[in-house]
């Protein structure tokens, strides 16, 4: 069983920290042990290990008692001391990873904001836009070759999509980013496997479990371990032999860590700063269940003044409230009395006992923990369940922030560590993972038409955004105020009758702008209510008047 960790406890490395864990023997999880903590005996079942590092172990558990005469003693403490953290040369976390791993399963509150902050960062999807040189090639490149190009690059993309694919058998790309975030929000390290075939190509991506990773203090690698079985592991991009085995081409990783200031090597989640808001929530629930375990009242108590009741019947009522009534409290007692001594005429009564509504425990105290668990994640309550009392407005200023200050700079350090694999098979294309979307396609329309009108982006631009594939004549960029340029509309009009349609009707629209024939649309655009699907700000907040 686990137990907290003492001050003068020498060997602390299989056990969880007191802070996290709680009082004593009374513990949340139980059977919680470090791979990497085994000791003695148990060193010399490790397998993986080629001749030089079996032979390594030896001298280390041997060293401190050859050649003297207390060597059993000697043995005895040394293999007292002598772990797979030293033997193989790897970190201690700073925190047990499965201890992390479990309460992710325990916590209600904790499991919903890592769902919802993996989802709205790794879950989204991703698509594969062009990188900026790329993009500078294709705007320099006149129609003709534009076209060609766009074609070339179309089907790259294609490419590039199915190698995603083929680099995993079992799940896909999106379900092993799904993986890594995971356990980067669970126990603030993920980490990324990549194989490479025989000729040094990127031919495997998968997702290896944080809890089974330890890193090497020379941070030349990371070691494995399950079930009594390690392997190596190097930093993606080096060339670092194997220093376990003899495997000549040792497979790679991408560590994804939360950096925290306590820990130089692991990372640590959020849900660490909120430890004592899950240990409380835990201790709560336990409470209001072992109410209902152990409840020995009766629903219901039939009183029958003039009755008999012996030695008996109280033998009968001791046992019923002892052993019948534990769990099973909706039965109902029947007690005989005497009458009284005025009265010796026989009655009957039935009296509730507790016939109301039965409130749980601790309501209040389980609500701030769940405040202080979301506050840690920084993951608004309308992600994770339904808010009560928040208007539509501060709901959406919640999403805002929540995608602006915690989903968006996420998902650019997660593109940052993957594109250094994307990098290795093309330099056209970096991968993008999708963000949440806050704007729904009425209010986006209108954007879209702004940015048109004023020369901001282009057709193909808008419809690359949406997934489209892009027109001939969608390169074109409108001059300020929405018509495009003469020499441009005499090109686009000799091709065919649609693009002479479009080009028409945009001169018709820049007509229209230059007589002011379209002010009041625009003053009634701009000046429109939030009914276009912005919320309204609750009684009493928002701008006022004097």
């Not at 925190?95 to 919802?116: F, G, R």
């Not at 190596?232 to 670092?240: I, P, S």
């Not at 240990?279 to 008999?308: Q, T």
């Not at 501060?394 to 989903?407: G, H, I, P, W, Y």
Request: net charge neutral; aromatic share 8%.
């Amino acid at each position: 069983m686990t137990r907290a960790v003492d001050d003068e406890d020498e060997n602390p490395r299989q056990l969880i920290p007191a802070k996290v864990l709680g009082n004593g023997e009374r513990v949340l999880v139980t059977d919680i042990v470090d791979p990497f903590s085994i000791r003695g005996d148990d060193l010399t079942k490790i397998r993986g290990l080629d001749a030089n590092a079996k032979r390594r172990r030896s001298r280390k558990l041997e060293k401190a008692y050859t050649g003297h005469e207390d060597a059993a003693t000697k043995r005895d403490e040394v293999e007292g001391q002598i772990d797979a953290y030293n033997l193989f040369g790897v970190v201690l976390p700073k925190y047990n990873l499965d201890y992390l791993a479990k309460i992710y399963e325990m916590s209600s509150p904790h499991y919903a904001a890592v769902k919802a902050k993996v989802a709205n960062i790794a879950g989204l999807g991703f698509d594969f836009v062009l990188t900026h040189a790329m993009q500078r090639k294709l705007s320099d490149a006149n129609d003709a070759k534009k076209e060609r190009m766009r074609k070339q690059l179309d089907n790259t993309k294609e490419d590039v999509y199915g190698w995603l694919d083929d680099c995993n058998s079992e799940d896909t790309f999106s379900e092993t980013l799904i993986k890594v975030w995971t356990d980067y929000e669970v126990m603030g390290n993920g980490y990324l496997e990549i194989g490479r075939t025989l000729g040094g190509q990127v031919g495997y991506i998968g997702h290896i479990p944080a809890s089974t990773m330890r890193i090497r203090k020379e941070r030349d690698g990371y070691v494995q371990m399950v079930s009594n079985r390690v392997k190596f592991f190097r930093n993606f991009g080096e060339d670092t032999p194997d220093q376990l085995g003899n495997d000549p081409r040792p497979n790679e990783i991408i560590h994804i860590k939360k950096y925290s200031p306590t820990s130089q090597y692991y990372g640590v989640p959020d849900i660490v700063a909120a430890q004592q808001a899950v240990v409380g929530n835990e201790f709560a629930a336990r409470f209001n269940l072992d109410y209902f375990e152990n409840k020995a009242v009766p629903r219901y108590v039939i009183v029958v003044k003039g009755g008999s009741f012996n030695s008996a019947g109280e033998q009968n009522l001791l046992e019923f409230f002892e052993t019948g009534l534990k769990g099973r409290n909706h039965r109902t007692i029947y007690i005989p009395l005497p009458a009284d001594e005025t009265d010796k005429k026989t009655s009957f009564e039935m009296k509730p006992v507790e016939a109301g509504t039965q409130d749980s425990s601790f309501v209040n105290y389980r609500r701030g923990n769940l405040s202080d668990i979301l506050m840690a994640h920084r993951v608004p309550v309308s992600k994770v369940s339904m808010a009560e009392n928040v208007s539509l407005a501060a709901s959406r200023d919640a999403d805002k922030n929540f995608k602006e200050q915690v989903c968006r700079p996420e998902q650019k350090m997660f593109e940052k560590k993957i594109n250094r694999i994307i990098g290795e098979v093309t330099d056209i294309f970096r991968l993008k993972l999708n963000e949440l979307v806050l704007t729904d396609e009425d209010t986006q329309s209108k954007i879209d038409e702004r940015d048109l009108r004023w020369g901001k982006t282009t057709v193909n631009e808008i419809r690359a955004a949406k997934g489209q594939s892009p027109l001939p004549w969608g390169d074109k960029q409108a001059t300020m105020g929405g018509a495009l340029t003469g020499e441009d509309a005499a090109k686009e009009e000799s091709k065919n009758a649609k693009v002479a349609a479009s080009q028409a009707q945009a001169q018709a629209e820049a007509t229209a702008q230059a007589q002011g024939s379209r002010a009041r649309d625009q003053e009634r655009s701009s000046n429109a209510t939030d009914s276009a699907g912005e919320g309204r700000n609750e009684q009493g907040a928002g701008r006022t008047t004097a």
